[in-house]
């Protein structure tokens, strides 16, 4: 697929200044992103619509030591964002006398969401007080259950709202009529929000819960800005500590090294294991590793949560081969949208091959595993097509859905894929344009290769968290010569470069992940354009400077 180059203005010679200024963040602002501080820039968590009323009823339950259930979505942003709520009620509890909280998350073949099976269930256990967390917000008819079985309910959800709100107290920032100032929080930021204002009196309390919030920001890929970037930035700090058993053996687990976390390992090396259990069987092991008080119990769960996620990897391997080897058969990139759907694939893996394809093709996709004539599954869009307001359009054709604007999850009769397919490429083709469909690189800045110093890359770090709204920056040397390459990899699928310069005996190193396809295209002495993140790498004491590449082509 092309790529199209763009590279932004040149406003400043300081290349974290340049960055900055290219992403449209002014400069009176700069010292406030590169330096967030926890307690000036925390949010009032009273601004945010319902936790208030929220606060009230808990501490109700609490002091009348009511039983407290917690309904909670099986992925890696509902999964910490439980264990806070746990924690917090867990606390309060054990100063007051009540009983512990008690927790369901549902298998994901039971589908997202609230439902009635779960509300049977923690009603058996004496649950009078319902709290969803990252559900609920869409489901009118299980609140009304609950309601009618007794159970009281908040609902904290930070999904869009429908028209009409369940009457309930609900927890969501989106809601209208919300003073919040701050709006796109995940789940585990809504968590921390409230138990921030459960325990006012108790700050540390909630800062140590920052490294759950953290986890569960940085996985759903919410916006990195505002306070969820305070959060973020934060949360790894508290993570780093390694103060939280679960955590420290899942991050033992995962191979990390000892320092900082970044989102980087976040994202790609913690979440997935997270998300894992509840991809292949049911996330309650997750749950529980998170809230793990015995040391030799969490090593046991994390080694098992790294076995599950191998398991996934393989599984989500197998699944998008398939997958691409049907999208080729039957031409689907002629589309403005992709489908794909099958029976025998896993419904816990749909939504990672369909990011995988919108990433491959840059256009929507929607991948459904079929069973017993019903499909589950998952899309994942671009920013010209807004997935949760189209699939409104398409809500005839559907059983549930819900999502954000470039995420979604969906079920429907099988026997509607082929008409709801047609109805999203009627969508698509009024709002998604030819330029859309291209791939666009943002050049952050160009530089000269003598900017490519130790300290001025460490510098970079300061822009941390990455992720979405705040992503790697990209940075670009003009006609490099290549001195070297090399495939490497188990299955030979990455390339690796040497870079030279004129003026100059420098060697760089540079790793083009999956990139082995464009080996033939640079020969030794050929001359290119090179995208690229610089990263610093540590061997036997010595420091080097080596780089991501993200982009490449013949010189300009």
């Given at each position: 697929?092309k790529?199209?180059w763009y590279?932004?203005e040149?406003?400043?010679?300081?290349l974290?200044?340049?960055?900055?200024?290219s992403r449209?963040?002014?400069k009176k602002?700069?010292d406030?992103?590169?330096h967030?501080n926890?307690e000036?820039?925390?949010?009032d968590p009273?601004?945010?619509?319902g936790?208030?009323?929220?606060v009230?009823?808990?501490?109700?339950?609490?002091?009348?030591?009511e039983q407290?259930?917690i309904?909670?979505?099986?992925?890696?942003d509902?999964?910490?964002?439980?264990?806070i709520?746990w924690?917090?009620?867990?606390?309060l509890a054990?100063?007051?006398g009540?009983?512990?909280?008690?927790?369901?998350?549902p298998?994901r073949?039971?589908?997202?969401?609230?439902n009635?099976?779960?509300?049977?269930e923690?009603?058996?256990?004496?649950?009078?007080?319902?709290?969803?967390?990252?559900l609920?917000?869409?489901?009118h008819k299980?609140?009304?259950?609950?309601?009618?079985?007794?159970?009281?309910v908040?609902?904290?959800?930070?999904?869009?709202?429908?028209?009409t709100?369940?009457?309930?107290?609900?927890?969501?920032p989106?809601?209208?009529?919300c003073?919040?100032?701050?709006?796109d929080?995940?789940?585990g930021g809504?968590?921390?929000?409230f138990?921030?204002?459960?325990t006012?009196?108790?700050?540390?309390?909630?800062?140590?819960?920052?490294?759950?919030?953290?986890?569960s920001?940085i996985?759903?890929?919410?916006p990195?800005?505002?306070?969820?970037?305070?959060?973020?930035?934060?949360?790894?700090?508290?993570?780093a500590?390694?103060?939280?058993?679960g955590?420290?053996?899942?991050?033992?687990?995962?191979?990390?090294k000892?320092g900082?976390?970044?989102?980087y390992?976040v994202?790609?090396?913690i979440a997935?294991?997270?998300?894992?259990?509840?991809r292949?069987?049911?996330?309650?092991r997750?749950?529980?590793?998170?809230?793990?008080?015995?040391?030799?119990?969490a090593?046991?769960?994390?080694?098992?949560?790294n076995?599950?996620?191998?398991e996934?990897?393989?599984e989500?391997?197998?699944?998008?081969?398939?997958?691409?080897?049907?999208?080729?058969?039957?031409?689907?990139t002629?589309?403005k949208?992709?489908?794909?759907?099958?029976e025998?694939?896993s419904?816990?893996?749909?939504?990672?091959?369909?990011g995988?394809?919108?990433?491959k093709?840059?256009?929507?996709?929607?991948?459904l595993?079929?069973?017993n004539?019903?499909?589950?599954?998952?899309a994942?869009?671009?920013?010209?097509?807004?997935l949760?307001?189209?699939?409104e359009?398409?809500a005839s054709?559907?059983?549930?859905?819900?999502?954000?604007?470039?995420?979604?999850?969906l079920?429907?009769?099988?026997?509607?894929?082929?008409?709801?397919y047609?109805?999203l490429l009627?969508?698509?083709?009024?709002?998604?344009?030819?330029?859309?469909?291209?791939?666009?690189?943002?050049?952050?800045?160009?530089?000269?290769?003598?900017?490519?110093?130790?300290d001025?890359?460490?510098?970079?770090a300061?822009l941390e968290?990455?992720g979405?709204g705040?992503?790697?920056?990209?940075l670009?040397?003009?006609?490099?010569?290549?001195k070297?390459?090399?495939l490497?990899?188990?299955?030979?699928?990455?390339?690796?470069?040497?870079?030279?310069?004129?003026?100059?005996?420098a060697?760089?190193?540079?790793?083009?992940?999956?990139?082995a396809s464009?080996?033939?295209?640079?020969?030794?002495?050929s001359?290119?354009?090179?995208?690229?993140?610089p990263?610093?790498?540590e061997w036997?004491g010595?420091?080097?400077?080596?780089?991501?590449?993200?982009?490449?082509?013949?010189a300009?």
């Amino acid at each position: 697929m092309k790529t199209n180059w763009y590279f932004a203005e040149k406003k400043s010679d300081d290349l974290i200044e340049q960055i900055l200024l290219s992403r449209g963040i002014a400069k009176k602002y700069h010292d406030a992103f590169l330096h967030p501080n926890y307690e000036r820039d925390s949010a009032d968590p009273l601004t945010i619509k319902g936790i208030k009323e929220g606060v009230v009823r808990v501490r109700r339950a609490i002091k009348t030591k009511e039983q407290i259930g917690i309904f909670a979505d099986y992925d890696a942003d509902g999964i910490p964002a439980a264990a806070i709520l746990w924690e917090t009620f867990h606390f309060l509890a054990l100063k007051n006398g009540a009983p512990d909280p008690v927790t369901y998350i549902p298998s994901r073949q039971e589908g997202y969401g609230l439902n009635e099976k779960g509300i049977d269930e923690l009603k058996a256990q004496g649950v009078t007080l319902l709290i969803t967390i990252d559900l609920g917000v869409r489901s009118h008819k299980e609140v009304a259950y609950a309601q009618r079985e007794g159970l009281d309910v908040i609902v904290i959800d930070h999904h869009l709202v429908d028209k009409t709100l369940p009457r309930a107290i609900v927890i969501n920032p989106k809601q209208p009529g919300c003073p919040s100032k701050f709006k796109d929080y995940a789940a585990g930021g809504l968590a921390l929000k409230f138990a921030q204002a459960l325990t006012p009196d108790e700050p540390n309390f909630s800062r140590w819960q920052l490294d759950l919030a953290a986890i569960s920001t940085i996985s759903d890929m919410v916006p990195l800005v505002g306070e969820n970037r305070l959060i973020a930035k934060y949360g790894m700090l508290v993570a780093a500590k390694r103060r939280r058993l679960g955590l420290r053996s899942l991050v033992e687990a995962a191979g990390i090294k000892e320092g900082e976390i970044s989102s980087y390992q976040v994202g790609f090396m913690i979440a997935p294991r997270i998300n894992a259990p509840g991809r292949m069987d049911h996330a309650s092991r997750s749950f529980y590793l998170l809230i793990e008080r015995n040391g030799a119990q969490a090593k046991e769960i994390a080694k098992s949560l790294n076995s599950t996620n191998e398991e996934r990897q393989a599984e989500c391997a197998r699944v998008l081969n398939e997958a691409l080897a049907m999208i080729e058969r039957q031409g689907l990139t002629n589309n403005k949208a992709i489908l794909v759907a099958k029976e025998g694939w896993s419904a816990g893996v749909v939504g990672l091959v369909a990011g995988r394809i919108t990433e491959k093709f840059h256009r929507p996709a929607v991948v459904l595993a079929i069973e017993n004539g019903t499909a589950k599954g998952s899309a994942r869009s671009i920013d010209a097509f807004h997935l949760v307001d189209n699939l409104e359009k398409l809500a005839s054709q559907l059983t549930t859905f819900g999502g954000h604007a470039r995420a979604a999850g969906l079920t429907l009769p099988g026997k509607n894929i082929k008409k709801f397919y047609a109805e999203l490429l009627a969508l698509v083709d009024k709002q998604i344009t030819d330029r859309n469909l291209a791939h666009m690189l943002t050049i952050d800045a160009m530089v000269m290769p003598e900017q490519l110093t130790i300290d001025t890359i460490a510098r970079l770090a300061l822009l941390e968290p990455f992720g979405v709204g705040n992503r790697q920056p990209v940075l670009a040397l003009k006609n490099v010569i290549i001195k070297a390459t090399r495939l490497v990899g188990q299955e030979q699928s990455h390339l690796q470069l040497q870079i030279g310069f004129d003026h100059s005996q420098a060697i760089v190193k540079a790793i083009g992940f999956s990139m082995a396809s464009v080996a033939g295209e640079i020969p030794v002495g050929s001359r290119v354009d090179l995208a690229f993140f610089p990263t610093i790498n540590e061997w036997q004491g010595r420091r080097h400077i080596d780089l991501k590449v993200i982009g490449i082509r013949a010189a300009s």
